[in-house]
């Protein structure tokens, strides 16, 4: 029994515990049309070697780019309870511009993502430096602070000219979330705080600042995104989710990469896949916004 609550409060926030190591689980598969097929492994201490403080590192291979990524850092656990911990690390990946890294949760697998991962056809490889600072004020409420460091890497594509030159980009940006879950159900599992399943309503805002001059900064614009989930039964039919999100971007001029992409999930070809929070007539790459609502 002890072991099946250590798993279960291990696997909620995306991992599998081994003795004194944990198995990062979103790092082990994936999926895309720009990387094919992506393996990996993702590796980290628990409390049960060190309560205070678990070093983590991940690598990763795509088989179609043919490229090695990788990243890891320390996470410092300073109050569990209130899921106060200050994580500080490195990256060396790729990732799809103008696509937002903190949707609304569902456990460790964010709802509607993964179905989206198989259609991304555009991705920059970056080098970042990362700190956040997590904590949780009240029970429905969880804040998360951020500072990053990236350069990132365009490079010639099919959606790119003869002319077309390679180039960086350093971007230096702090950014602040808030999440509010109102009646979310919490349970304490030896020294973890784990949500009881996914409730609903399911809110948060985030805000991020970039900086130019700052650490080689070259961008200077202010984004703010609000998103809204929520979940009720009507009689006879069952459950019916909506979904509604919105956001802005302040700028004399940004590069395409910090800009926010529609929620479109139609392929080059419609594979007949569901992905929650997206609308499925769309195009992925239709629309590439610096202001935008979205209601389903």
Do not use: C
Not at 17 to 44: M, W
Not at 96 to 106: A, F, L
Not at 255 to 267: A, Q, T, V
């Amino acid at each position: 029994l002890d072991w099946t609550m250590s798993q279960s409060a291990s696997l909620a926030r995306g991992r599998f515990s081994i003795g004194k190591a944990d198995i990062l689980l979103p790092h082990i598969l994936g999926f895309n049309q720009y990387e094919g097929l992506r393996l990996g492994i993702g590796i980290a201490t628990n409390d049960k070697f060190i309560k205070w403080m678990s070093p983590e590192a991940y690598f990763g291979y795509g088989f179609r780019d043919k490229e090695m990524k990788y990243g890891g850092g320390l996470r410092f656990r300073i109050q569990p309870e209130r899921e106060f911990e200050f994580y500080v690390g490195y990256e060396n990946d790729v990732d799809e511009p103008g696509r937002s890294s903190t949707e609304n949760m569902g456990g460790f697998l964010k709802l509607g993502e993964f179905e989206r991962d198989l259609f991304t056809r555009f991705m920059n490889p970056y080098e970042a430096y990362k700190a956040e600072l997590k904590y949780r004020p009240m029970r429905d409420v969880r804040t998360t602070l951020s500072f990053r460091n990236e350069r990132r890497t365009f490079e010639r594509t099919n959606r790119t000219d003869s002319s077309f030159e390679e180039y960086d980009l350093t971007t230096t940006q702090a950014s602040i979330l808030i999440e509010y879950n109102p009646g979310e159900a919490l349970m304490m599992i030896g020294s973890n705080l784990v949500p009881q399943g996914i409730s609903y309503p399911r809110l948060s805002l985030d805000v991020t600042q970039a900086f130019d001059g700052v650490l080689d900064g070259e961008q200077e614009f202010t984004k703010a995104e609000l998103r809204i989930m929520h979940e009720f039964n009507v009689p006879r039919l069952g459950p019916l989710r909506l979904f509604a999100s919105g956001g802005m971007i302040w700028a004399d001029e940004i590069n395409e990469s910090n800009l926010i992409l529609s929620r479109g999930i139609l392929g080059e070809r419609d594979l007949g896949i569901i992905g929650f929070g997206y609308f499925h007539t769309m195009p992925v790459y239709s629309f590439i916004n610096d202001q935008y609502a979205h209601l389903g």
